[in-house]
């Protein structure tokens, strides 16, 4: 079965303190990543996705994520986390079952909160 | 450049009406998408389309119509709404299904209540 989990339901940070957020996924094949974050009244925002090639992912807003296939993990990092990264963040793989076409697959999401 | 639309943004039912959501993009997108977001569950596919004419049964499908007769516009229709349909509801859309072009835009959000 394709899936994704996000063991964390809430991550908190204090701002200038590096932050991950964890995800690890389980799909047949070579796995399509992605974040998407959610601001509070607000629709999903792509952050970063991993597709090929290098397993250091860098995305919008300074964030990055690691590609780890030996532990199926595709953890999001900051190296100094802001107060305005708090959000819900989702981990997304893609769906590789034929009849889904493309959609994705999300986790339950991780909520972030960064102290001042 | 709007993106995604969605309407209405919030919407409160009498469980057994009936009521349609639409999505509208203007984007040239030829996949489109309905997810559903329940607290401490994520986002779950309830239809999608993969150009215009057609469309999919995802992972929640029940209760749900949907239709795709404009390239742009995607409508998810619930013909008698129930209280377990209570959720908030997102349309996204994408340009193709080419590796790598998962990137959904995403619109708002629509806020629905069955009581």
């Known amino acids: 079965a394709q899936s994704v989990a996000q063991p964390e339901d809430q991550v908190n940070v204090a701002e200038g303190n590096p932050l991950t957020v964890k995800c690890t996924y389980s799909v047949s094949g070579n796995p399509y990543l992605f974040w998407y974050v959610q601001y509070p009244n607000r629709g999903l925002q792509f952050l970063l996705k991993?597709?090929?090639?290098?397993?250091l992912v860098k995305g919008s807003y300074g964030f990055e994520a690691e590609f780890n296939k030996s532990q199926t993990s595709f953890h999001l990092k900051k190296p100094s986390a802001l107060v305005s990264d708090s959000a819900l963040y989702f981990c997304?793989?893609?769906?590789?079952?034929?009849?889904?076409?493309?959609?994705?697959?999300f986790g339950k999401g991780t909520t972030l909160s960064v102290s001042s | 450049n709007a993106g995604v639309t969605q309407t209405p943004k919030f919407r409160v039912l009498k469980t057994g009406q009936s009521m349609t959501l639409l999505c509208a993009q203007d984007?040239?997108?030829?996949?489109m998408y309905w997810y559903r977001q329940d607290p401490g569950m994520g986002l779950r596919l309830i239809h999608y389309?993969?150009?215009?004419?057609?469309?999919a049964k995802g992972e929640v499908p029940d209760g749900y119509n949907v239709s795709r007769l404009k390239k742009q516009n995607f409508l998810l229709g619930l013909e008698s709404a129930a209280p377990s349909q209570t959720s908030v509801y997102f349309c996204?859309?994408?340009?193709?299904?080419?590796?790598?072009?998962?990137?959904?835009?995403f619109g708002a959000g629509s806020r629905l209540t069955v009581l």
């Open positions: 389309s993969v150009g215009e004419g057609t469309t």
């Open positions: 991993y597709i090929t090639g290098d397993n």
């Open positions: 997304a793989v893609r769906d590789m079952r034929n009849q889904a076409g493309t959609a994705l697959i």
């Open positions: 996204a859309s994408t340009l193709s299904g080419a590796p790598g072009a998962n990137v959904l835009t």
């Open positions: 984007m040239n997108h030829e996949y």
